[in-house]
Nanobody, 125 residues
């Protein structure tokens, strides 16, 4: 049984930084592309960043470029999301999602097969 779990959320002041971590267990092998998606209260899920199975390809939402970094060590978990210059509008539940595929990064939530329960990030002004 695949289990994806996020950690690292919390309460941060605007302008601060935070790193989220995504771990996974029960995977058939390590060939998983991973993405981070967030959902603010009352809003749809929103793509933040994605990384390929090898870690060599990354993709970011336009609004997040230069402010967030997704990373992984080769094809391994955990996968990290470093977020800098946090704003109150970054407040959301952040989800890690995985897809068993060797090539590519993915933006649409429906492209992912496995999801964590999410971790809350709250940014105070």
């Amino acid at each position: 049984q695949v289990h994806v779990a996020e950690s690292g959320g919390g309460l941060v002041q605007a302008g601060g930084s935070l790193s989220l971590s995504c771990t996974a267990s029960g995977l058939a092998d390590s060939t998983y592309a991973v993405g981070w998606v967030r959902q603010a209260t009352g809003a749809d899920r929103e793509f933040v960043a994605a990384v390929s199975y090898t870690g060599r390809m990354t993709d970011y939402a336009d609004a997040e470029k230069g402010r967030v970094t997704i990373s992984r060590d080769s094809s391994n978990f955990p996968v990290y999301l470093q977020m800098n210059s946090l704003k109150p509008e970054d407040t959301a539940v952040y989800y890690c999602a995985a897809r068993p595929i060797r090539i590519g990064t993915f933006r649409r939530p429906d492209e992912y097969h496995y999801w964590g329960q999410g971790t809350q990030l709250s940014v105070s002004s």
